[in-house]
C-alpha cells in the first residue's frame, strides 16, 4: 500500500476529464452565441477551465431555469 503514487491520476481519467472540460465549454459557446447571451467567449473560456460551476450558473444567468420553476406552481 506503500506505493509512491498514490495520488497520481491515470491516463483515462485525464483524457476524460479533458473531453468533459471540452465538451461543456463547446456546449456552453454554441449555446450562449445561440441565444444571443452577452460575452459567449467568456463562457466557452471559463468552460474550459472549470467544472460543473460554469454550467450551473450559466443555466441560472442565462437560461433562467429559476423562472421555469417559479412559474410551474401557478
Do not use: C
Not at 465538451?23 to 444571443?36: E, G, K, N, P, V
Not at 423562472?67 to 406552481?73: D, E
Amino acid at each position: 500500500m506503500n506505493h509512491e503514487n498514490w495520488d497520481a491520476l491515470p491516463l483515462w481519467a485525464w483524457i476524460g476529464i479533458a473531453l468533459v472540460m471540452l465538451t461543456q465549454s463547446t456546449w456552453l459557446f454554441i449555446d450562449a452565441r445561440r441565444r444571443s447571451a452577452r460575452y459567449p467567449w467568456f463562457w466557452g473560456i471559463w468552460g474550459i477551465i472549470q467544472a460543473p460551476l460554469p454550467f450551473i450558473v450559466y443555466l441560472f444567468a442565462v437560461r433562467k431555469i429559476h423562472r421555469s420553476f417559479t412559474h410551474k406552481g401557478r
